[in-house]
């Protein structure tokens, strides 16, 4: 194992709490690279939990790439170097020996950090809340296959759907916009037949509920679509551009 | 005889669930907003549960640890989800379906559940496609299906191999739908870690705020928990880094009979252990092993790379000995057979793995073929490997993926406990001693849009629960309960770590109460387990403190539960003296080394009520086989 060992220094984000002014802090640590980069953490806080220091607190569930929960901006990069994967998937072989590694967490006014590299998401649930679903109850549906999807169609919106809300986009963003995240949603149903009865209203409150959790506009630089982990086109934002477009137009509901 | 009540419907199979709903008594739609519902967890199970029921008017409230409903384990389910939908016209039907999952099963579980199982999961692809879940669809437009280990007919409904993340997806927007109209209330960050009992009945549970570390209390009328299954009492695991036992352990404690704890699946295509700092296993879709090899050399400690051994030097034992299965056998047996060949020294260059191979079929299909229909798993292996599974094989082995056990149910799906309810992963009711592929997420979304929606209703009208206040003596009792555990724990002092611990815990349960058990090693586990919990108490490292985000003392609670459940896991494997399913006793197996149910004896469902720490009283249900006949499962 020890000739496929890495000694590398980790400058990593400490934070209290979210009204605590945080610092990076230096550890020197030997991995093999067959390790994920989260597993080089589990390790480093076993040993710093065996000396009685505090660990480094992080989020990860699934470490599959699927469940969205993990997310470290590595070297500058949310997710890390490699294009689609999530930080989980993230091993250390992509690192030489002797390397530094930055790590910090999702930047964002509308991600409030919790404690090192913890942050406060819910603002996604709110927007999801707000429009992200199509009104049907449980029972007294039609057949499934009496709502007949070309096969192109179901693909694409499987592409959108396929979004793992980690917000990896709204950390790439220089305006932390939500367009990709939110987009994609938008477009699952406004592509599908059954998305179609709501699909003007809930552009609205979607797009009304992401500016009022304080994420930013877009400016078309596209580093969302370069850092997602799923490869989230932005083909999506143009789709949703149009349906919001249209949804104005024609909306009654003038105040807002 | 057993004594314990399964409540299973008078009449035919076909007709106990439908008459059932007929029975049962109903709340009026005025009424039921009166009535306040506690759901603990947001996977499948307790998402479609908590959406449904608030659609019907309930109060609910419903709790999850993770930041998000949306992050539940249920989102990493890859295959897909069985329905007996027969579109593919290959000869499918309930029957079919129901007695596939009973043989599936080993006959271990209960055939009314199974019959109900089989005959909603045609609902729950309408739901979903209704939901807008994007299944992955033919030409035509209409639904695709693949097939899946231990049946004969395309039943398997799928989205690439994101099938669980659409599904969640979907019961996550039928939350939030009910989220936005205030009929569910959703806490997130919040950890159940006691469930409230009082004159023997479920009236509230216990959380810490895992962002504060503040204690709080929550009545209601009912409380639902589906939290999922307790496969990381391994610590290695396919199960994410968070699933754990905790809620449906401390409702064991208060009372809550569990059932088949020692029915553990081990998933037969995993990526192998690279080494002490590895934090959890990764499956790989058993889709593949409808065009992959498995094989490893003839000869011992060959250290060869693979591409260098020939043909002729090649064992291919799955489809030496299942001629007629071959690498699509079941589960349990696929595992089996991986341990026996590495434990006869063969293992994959002298690892813990053996070859999962693709060249024949890259050979036959041609690559772009094979890319087309497995690349992306192929590229997981890649970017966890660094090897490239187009030129040399796979290395895979068996990790433990899924708990067939759980909490016992009646066929209400309430526990012995009135009051509590059990949904999906949590409960142990439908898979018997082996759950076949694409079962889980069919169990999970029935419990919760189409069982509990019609029991629980029965049991608020029939048994009129009331609430009780929170400042009640009892809830204050346990509240109280729960802050001096926190303190023992900090105020241990010793000297080793939680996952330390953990990763000792697991090694004892995957080398003794993993894919073989005997007698011997499982009374040395039960030994060991019971020393290693004395140790933890006396020896803790806990860092941090009670107040605000401490993960260190979210694990060490949830390795405190693993430290008892283990052992139980060993007990009712001891107690078990026949080989079913996913439960391999080695004293028990035939000339050929295949398992040997005791039907005699054993046709019974094994639920423990807590005593004591160590210390269990065996109920047991008996299980009566009427219209899938007993008799040994032969895939040759």
Redesign the interface.
Known sequence: ?DEKNLNLTLKIWRQA?PTSVGSFQDFKVS??E???I???I??L??E???D????V?F???????????CGLVINGQPHGP?PK?ATC?L?M?NFKNGDTIWIEPFRAKAFPI??DL?V???G??RI????????????G?????E?????DV??E??DA??C??CGACVAACKNASAMLFVSAKVS??SL?P??QPERYDRVQKMVMKMDEMGFGSCTNTYACEAECPKGISIKNIARMNRDYIKARATSENLEV | MGDLKSFIPEGNISDKWTNHKFNMKLINPANKRKYKLIVVGTGLAGA?AA??LG?LGYEVEAFTF??????A?S??AQGGINAS?N?QNDGDSVFRLFYDTVKGGDFRSREANVHRLAEVSE?I????????V??????????DNRSFGGAQVSRTFY??G?T???LL?GA???L??E??KGTVKLY?RKEMVDLVVIDGKARGIIVRDL?TGAIEKYSAHAVIIATGGYGNVFFLSTN????NATASWRAHKRGAYFGNPCFTQIHPTCLPV??E????L??MSESLRNDGRIWVSKTKGDMRSPDQIPEEERDYYLERKYPSFGNLSPRDISSRSAKEVVDDGRGAQGQEAVYLDFKDAINRLGKHAIEEKYGNLFE?YE????ENPYKLPMKIYPAPHYTMGGLWVDYNLMSNLPGLFVLGEANFSDHGANRLGASALMQGLADG??VI?YTIGNYLAEDKPELLPTDHEEFSKHEKEFDELVDKLMSING??????FHKKLGRIMWNKVGMARNEKGLNEAIKEISELREEFWKDL????TKD??N??LERAGRVVDYLELGELMAVDALDRNESCGAHFREEYQTGEGEAKRNDEDYTYVSAWEFKDLGRWELHKEDLDFEYVKLATRSYK
């Open positions: 194992m709490g991995v093999s067959d390790s994920s989260l597993e080089m589990d390790d806080n076993n710093l939990e065996g009685g220091k505090e660990p607190t989020e990860s569930d699934c470490r599959e790439g699927i469940c969205g929960t490699i994967i998937q091993h072989r919790i404690k913890m406060d998401r819910s996604f649930d999801m809340e707000s429009g992200g679903y199509v009104s049907v109850n449980t029972g549906v039609p057949d499934a296959n709502i007949p999807i070309s096969k179901a693909a919106a499987f759907a396929a793992i809300g699952q149903f599908l059954q998305g | 479609s959406a449904t659609q993770h930041d998000s409903a949306r992050r384990h989102i990493a939908k579109y609902s692809i309408d739901q979903c496609v209704a939901q807008g994007p299944f992955a669809r033919d030409y035509g437009g209409l639904l989205a690439k994101q669980g993340q659409q997806l996550y927007s039928a939030n739908k989220v936005a997130s962002e994410a880094m968070n699933s690279h080494g700092g590895q934090s959890k990764t499956l997981i970017t966890i490997t660094g849009y189409f929606p000297k080793t770590t939680v996952d330390t490292k806990l860092v941090g605000g985000v993960q260190t």
